[in-house]
Every structure is written in structure tokens, then in C-alpha cells.
């Protein structure tokens, strides 16, 4: 990358492509001391690497192709174009933010998960890599009982929906399927019904606030599957985490106080009402969880199906189906 992009610094990428001095953005190819995207590259990336930000041109870089609106292509091509007033303002303030320590994504307000773009705001947990296992294992729990259901479309529940991001990614692969997304926080909820629309499966949501099933009716919420990625740290483990997580992500999003266990044991014990006959209940879970959750699923009401690692080596998702 930094080959291509000093071969576009000294002119000849820019010249390539022709044009009347103007860049594809608008904005004047750079004369006199103009700020060009190159130099303003180089300049974020001094300050960000001072601030002891990690991957201080990578960040760089999403940022200013987020300020133009543009991908990061775009300004290896453009490394010469200047930048316009407000374009430069938006960014250095943008990569004022990132070196006071913001997480990239509340800055940018993206991310991706599960080959979608999800809009993220310090209303929401910014969706992790890693949950996409959940989703995975959801789908391929959903594969196996289509042929139980026929042709009855599957319904799913989605506790603690933060951005949508489960309940929305699940609903864009299963193009039949309907989901209840519930969260405790309105304010997510607000989000999550922003990346449904952004993502056309908000005819297919129904969003509630509520605190784990409270607000749902079990006699006419039947699911075929509830998925959760509940929040899980203990409160003793907050400490530890990143400060950039636990200074920034909502504290409701990350623990439930105590031991972290509290909303996985209320899922466990009330999702049985909720499911039908031999439905699902998969959970992401926390470091060391594993046994634990194995400790509070009742034999006599769950067969725990499956543990899935992460690509950490981790237990990360927990499978369980409901006996009958
Ligand atoms: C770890 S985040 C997961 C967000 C999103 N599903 C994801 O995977 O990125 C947990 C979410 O659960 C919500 N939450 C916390 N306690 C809850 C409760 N008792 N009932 C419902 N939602 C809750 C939080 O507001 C947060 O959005």
C-alpha cells in the first residue's frame, strides 16, 4: 500500500487520470499550501501515533475517507487533490477525537459485521467480530429444524439488540423469517431501527423495549429461536477492559453487575416460556463462562447442544435446545 500510495504522492497516479485539475471530490488539485490529502494524511497520523493510538495510519486513513465520504482507494488515487476548508475542519476535529482516545467507529459512526454496514453511536456496543459466531450458529440451527417447520417462516428473538446487528443480520440472510429485537435502552433501540431500514428487513422487525422477556406476552410470543449477546463482564472485571471500551461503550452493554451472569441465568430460566417445543436458545458468553452457564441449564429443560470456540480458541457461543 505505501508503495502504490508514493506513487501516487509524486503526481503520477493523479495525472493518470486525466481531468481538468479538479479532483473527483470537487475539490482543486492542491497548489500553493494547500492541505492535500497526502499531507493531511501524513500529519494525522504524526498526531495520532504521539497520542499512543496503535494503528495510527490505518486510522488515519478511515478517517479522512469517512470525512469525504469516499473509500480508502480513493485517496491513494487522490494523494494530491486538496482538501476543501470544510473537509479539513470536519477531519482534524474527527482525528481530534481519536487521539483523546474515542473508539474509531464512534468517530467514524460505522462498522461492519457479518458483511453489512452497521451505523453505531455511543448508544450502542460497536458490533465485535467475534459475534458473528453467534449468528453463524444461529443460522445453522435454523437450517436444521426448516424441514420440522415446513413452510411456516422462522421467528426469532433478539435480546439485548444494542444496534441490531444479530436480529438484523439474521433477518437479511433468512429472507422469510421475522425477528422481536428487544433492548433495555431506548436509545439503541432508536439505532437498531436505523440499520433495519438501512438494511431492508424493517418490515420484518418488530423492536421493544424491554428488560430481558418482560415486556414480551409468552401467550402469543412463541420463538423458534432466541439469540443473545448479552451483556456479560463481571462488574470486578470492568477494570481491565480496554479504556477505550470502558470508557466509551455504554456500561449497560458491557455487565450486569455482580458476577456478569445475571442476564444469562434470567435467559436460561425464562427463554423455556418463550420458545417452542425444541427451540433454540444460543448466548454468546463471556471468558471463562463456559462451565458456569453449563452449571445453570437444568438437564431435565435444556440439552446443551454445543460450545463454539472463536477463532481465539475461546468458548464464545452457547447452543442449547429446549427438551420436549
Ligand atoms: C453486549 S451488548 C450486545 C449488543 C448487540 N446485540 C451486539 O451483539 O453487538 C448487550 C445489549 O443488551 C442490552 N441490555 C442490557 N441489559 C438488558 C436487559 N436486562 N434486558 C434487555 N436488554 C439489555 C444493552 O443495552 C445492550 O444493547
Redesign the pocket.
Known amino acids: 500500500m505505501s508503495k502504490q500510495a508514493d506513487n501516487v504522492r509524486d503526481g503520477r497516479g493523479a495525472g493518470a487520470r486525466g481531468g481538468a485539475g479538479d479532483s473527483e471530490a470537487g475539490a482543486p488539485r492542491a497548489a500553493g499550501d494547500a492541505t492535500t490529502v497526502g499531507r493531511a494524511l501524513r500529519e494525522a497520523a504524526e498526531s495520532l501515533r504521539e497520542s499512543g493510538v496503535g494503528d495510527a495510519r490505518r486510522d488515519a486513513a478511515t478517517l479522512l475517507a469517512a470525512t469525504v465520504a469516499r473509500d480508502l482507494a480513493f485517496l491513494i488515487a487522490h494523494s494530491d487533490d486538496a482538501l476543501t476548508p470544510a473537509q479539513l475542519s470536519l477531519f482534524r476535529e474527527r482525528v481530534s477525537r481519536r487521539a483523546a482516545g474515542e473508539p474509531l467507529q464512534y468517530v467514524t459512526g460505522r462498522q461492519e459485521f457479518f458483511g453489512l454496514d452497521f451505523e453505531v453511536t455511543p448508544a450502542?456496543?460497536?458490533?465485535?467480530p467475534e459475534?458473528e459466531l453467534?449468528v453463524e450458529t444461529a443460522l445453522e440451527l435454523l437450517r436444521e429444524t426448516d424441514d420440522a417447520r415446513g413452510a411456516r417462516p422462522p421467528l426469532i428473538c433478539?435480546?439485548?439488540?444494542?444496534?441490531g446487528?444479530?436480529a438484523v443480520a439474521l433477518l437479511h440472510e433468512r429472507k422469510g423469517a421475522r425477528a422481536v429485537a428487544?433492548?433495555?435502552?431506548t436509545d439503541?433501540l432508536r439505532i437498531a431501527a436505523r440499520n433495519a431500514a438501512r438494511h431492508g428487513v424493517f418490515d420484518r422487525l418488530a423492536l421493544v423495549a424491554?428488560?430481558?422477556f418482560a415486556a414480551l406476552d409468552a401467550a402469543s410470543s412463541r420463538f423458534d429461536l432466541v439469540a443473545s449477546?448479552?451483556?456479560?463482564v463481571a462488574e470486578g472485571d470492568l477494570g481491565g477492559l480496554q479504556r477505550e471500551v470502558r470508557e466509551h461503550e455504554?456500561r449497560?452493554?458491557?455487565t450486569?453487575g455482580g458476577d456478569g451472569l445475571c442476564?444469562i441465568r434470567?435467559l436460561v430460566n425464562d427463554a423455556p416460556r418463550f420458545l417452542t417445543p425444541r427451540g433454540h436458545l444460543v448466548m454468546?458468553i463471556g471468558f471463562n463462562q463456559h462451565e458456569a452457564v453449563r452449571r445453570l441449564t437444568d438437564p431435565r429443560v435444556w440439552t446443551v447442544l454445543d460450545i463454539h470456540r472463536d477463532l481465539q480458541g475461546i468458548p464464545r457461543t452457547v447452543a442449547l435446545r429446549l427438551n420436549g
Open positions: 450502542v456496543l460497536i458490533p465485535r459475534t453467534l433478539d435480546v439485548g439488540t444494542g444496534s446487528c444479530v428487544v433492548d433495555i435502552s439503541a424491554s428488560d430481558c449477546n448479552p451483556p456479560y455504554p449497560v452493554a458491557l450486569p442476564v434470567r454468546e
